[in-house]
């Protein structure tokens, strides 16, 4: 296995660019943070608007919002260091609370497109049949990705892939986004990188806010948010929302396009904060749905028969966070939570019932000194699964782990973080997580860059099983941890409105685990699948490019991402490009907008070719283009928006069936989603504030 982390010539030679060279890594004003619309950890403030990062302090265009950042700068959860975006070594991307109100009148219901129209992430569909999806994080298996609310796995240690359409946006004050491995702060669910969602803090009055919003597809949702202080230190804050979304079959071949569901989702928060400094944060959190897929009543699929494609969600998930000054420095620190989460599938006339469960126990101690910050942590994080049906997939992992992290200020210009956690996982055995990152800022130009490694513990689930179900699985056997090491290098630029930013990345990836298809009958077609580790590893090298212009009202923002990504193509066979992984996409984001008044907002976004594998009907996809416009005016309290999405009115089933003319080994009866299938949608709403 390569290890470029500790290869010392890579580091030096990483240092000594870093230590001259100008600057990058979107990040603060007035380094360079250009992104889309959020900060990446080089800007006071982030907006992010075209899904690359943006919005810093500092910007002459802004309005009112040099005042506000200057009164309220970014503090980033995250890294757990507590410093503004624009000092942290680690290269992080915010997403602020004007970008987050902007997508949730675009997608009320969930965040995917919050995170969907970020630089370097691609929203995958991974079960054509629910709509299910997960973040692939430049390039990465979604699996990699570790979701967190306010620093705590809420959504469990492998967040579902259904996880990411059942949050709604409504209470978030910011999104977090770490890009790269971040094992050494997260353990083993963090190989890829990590979104922290970070909720909205009550203030010094009550405040509410309600949405409603309609599409043209039947589609509902209302959410409501709802915050008051009930003392000098206490305040409290609840989150309610329904959803409904009708099944949609859009070439009436039988088989449903569109999921149909109903979801209810409540959160009650309590905030505490002591007058020496203590504070205390608990949540509770509740969802239920029932989502619907698969074919319609009396149709079939081509055996002739009809399978239905249904999942009912129950989740319950709880988290308390406390901190306690010791001294003027050091601070104790206790971070807890718990989920549980119950699964009803149905795969045609197999049903699997289930549960999910995940623990977390954290005690840290933290120093915070004039150039010098410092943590010291240990954690326990329990997770496991149970099914009722398949009781051979049973698993319990239990990952005791300390970690440290040290960031030091050799100057104004030069800061360096070095983090590093060991776990003791029951059942691959000891794992050791490093990352190196270094910020360097002369002027105007901000330069990031990371080395880390990571590792990922493997479960049944990898999206064509979230996809198909348990029922064609052998049990799991002989499988080894997936291991990462993962670089790279941001530089940015700023100058009065024009900001512009360049990142480089690799990763190298060993022992993915993949399916290999098999026949149940000596020289008979393959019907079932096994998990096995990849002989060989996969390698990801890309680039972000981002440009953004400011102008009066408008902001104008530009994004570029080249990846390629291969894997081994098996024995002597050399290499291939990575499954639903385009080599080239791009992106345009216009945006008028006028605080009290409105906004109208302009997007395209191409996405380019992509290899297929297992569809009958296609090696490669074609590539495609995504425009949508936004308009919202507001009056008092009230803001009114519509948005259309998908202007061209893409859809893959335009281009090929949907449906397999046979079942699949893994037992998918659907090809994968390499494009939109959801055609043209117009939603529109208000949203009301008091």
Known sequence: ??????????????????????????????????????????????????????????????????????????????????????????????????????????????????????????????????????????????????????????????????????????????????????????????????????????????????????????????????????????????????????????????????AGYERWTARPRVFWDGTDGSSVYATLGYMTEQREGGTLPGRTVPNGRPFAQDQDTERLDAGLIAERPLSDAMSLHFRGSAMVQDHEHRFGTVLEDDQHESYLAETSLTWQGDRTNWVLGAALQTDSFSSDTFPAFDYDYDVPGVFAQVDHDFSELLAVSLSGRLDDHSAFGTQFSPRLSVLYRPGNWTIRGSVGEGYYAPTPFVEEIEAAGLSRLEPLSGLEEETAQTASLDVGYRQGPVETSLTLFASDVDGVTELEAF?????????????????????IRGSELLLRYYLGDWKLTGSYLYLDASEPAGPGAGRQEIPLTPRHSAGFVAMWEQHGRGRLGFEAYYTGEQRLEGNPYRTESDPYLHLGILAEITTGPASWFVNAENLLDVRQTKEDPLLRRARAPSGQWTTDIWSRNDGFILNGGVRLSF
């Open 1 to 258: 296995m390569k290890n470029f982390f500790l290869n010392g010539a890579a580091v030096t030679a990483f240092l000594t660019l870093c230590a001259g060279h100008p600057a990058m890594a979107f990040a603060d004003a007035p380094d360079a943070h250009p992104a889309s619309d959020h900060e990446d950890g080089s800007h006071d403030e982030a907006d992010h608007d075209n899904g690359q990062h943006g919005g810093e302090a500092g910007d002459p265009h802004a309005h009112d919002h040099d005042h506000e950042r200057a009164l309220a700068p970014v503090i980033v959860q995250a890294t757990r260091s507590g410093r503004r975006v624009q000092d942290e070594p680690i290269r992080v991307e915010v997403i602020n609370r004007e970008e987050i109100g902007e997508k949730a009148a675009m997608r009320p219901g969930n965040i995917s497109m919050l995170v969907a129209e970020t630089g370097g992430i691609r929203v995958q569909t991974t079960s054509p049949a629910l709509g299910a999806a997960n973040i692939r994080i430049q390039g990465l298996y979604g699996r990699y990705t570790q979701l967190l609310a306010d620093g705590l796995p809420l959504y469990g240690g492998q967040a579902a892939s259904l996880g990411l359409l059942q949050i709604p946006p409504t209470d978030l004050a910011q999104v977090e986004i770490i890009k790269g491995s971040a094992s050494s702060l997260y353990g083993g669910s963090a190989l890829g990188g990590v979104i922290n969602l970070v909720s909205r803090r009550p203030g010094d009055e009550a405040e509410g806010e309600v949405l409603l919003n309609l599409t043209t597809e039947d589609g509902q949702d209302i959410t409501a948010y709802g915050a008051t202080p009930l003392s000098d230190t206490v305040g409290v804050s609840l989150t309610a929302g329904a959803h409904r979304q009708s099944v949609r079959d859009f070439d009436d071949d039988g088989w449903i396009d569109m």
């Open 519 to 539: 026949s149940s009958i000596p020289g008979g077609t393959p019907d079932r699948v096994r998990l096995v580790n990849q002989d060989g590893t996969t390698e």
